[in-house]
């Protein structure tokens, strides 16, 4: 990725939420009606006819296609890792983006059986290359060791949510019409215990787990 000032990724980040709209209820209100005016009992699907209803008010269009599914997978390494604290070298989150890339992964395989597309996407593999079939977003070669340092810079953290965004847009583009977010990255699961211990102030052995393996 080009880089940028902080001041420039601040003021287009800025000018992205400044953009972004409250779900629009008329619409939602409609595709209420419209469901409603099918023949079945009324608020029988649920939760289903909710997330409808969502998505239309989120869309601005009473007319939900769902035809046009993806999963986007978000690739990345994490510095914490040289702390041993994985069962997996950090050259395994090359290996899951490479196999994702060509369409042979666990995800890929589940993601085919609902006629889902998966986006791998490196916004930060500690690699020099970028997999074949994966998005080259990177902002860096991996974060930094949080332990001993701060993982990411300002400018590195507004780039990479700027890739995201930027990733979105294509997808829209591209006609899609569902996305889910995903990622992956070893150590990734170290970095959001300490992430949602410093958010929930409290202890990490309270939300921390055994880990993989």
């Known amino acids: ?26 619409t939602k209100g409609n ?23 969502q998505i239309a008010a989120l869309t601005g269009d009473t007319d939900v296609n769902l035809n046009r599914k993806a999963l986007i997978v978000m690739c990345a390494d994490n510095g914490i890792v040289e702390e041993g604290i994985s069962q997996s070298g950090q050259e395994v989150t090359y290996q899951v983006a490479e196999s994702m890339g060509k369409r042979k992964s666990s995800v890929c395989l589940m993601a085919a059986q ?16 970028t997999p ?9 070669r991996g974060t930094k060791n949080f332990l001993k340092q701060p993982a990411m810079t300002e400018e590195e953290a507004l780039a990479a949510i700027e890739a995201g965004i930027d990733s979105v847009k294509k997808c829209k583009e591209d006609g899609v019409t569902l996305l889910a977010t995903g990622e992956m990255g070893i150590g990734n699961t170290t970095t959001s215990s300490a992430v949602a211990a410093a958010l929930l102030n409290c202890e990490t052995a309270a939300i921390t787990g055994k880990g993989a393996g």
């Open 1 to 26: 990725m080009a880089e940028q000032s902080l001041e420039q990724l601040e003021q287009e980040f800025h000018q992205i939420v400044s953009g972004i709209h409250p779900a629009d209820v008329v």
């Open 31 to 53: 595709a209420q009606k419209k469901w409603n005016s099918i023949a079945k009992p009324l608020h029988s699907l649920g939760k289903l006819e909710d997330h409808i209803m």
């Open 114 to 129: 609902a006629n889902a597309k998966v986006i791998p996407i490196d916004v930060g593999i500690a690699a020099e290359e």
């Open 132 to 140: 074949e079939g994966v998005w080259n977003k990177k902002v860096s």
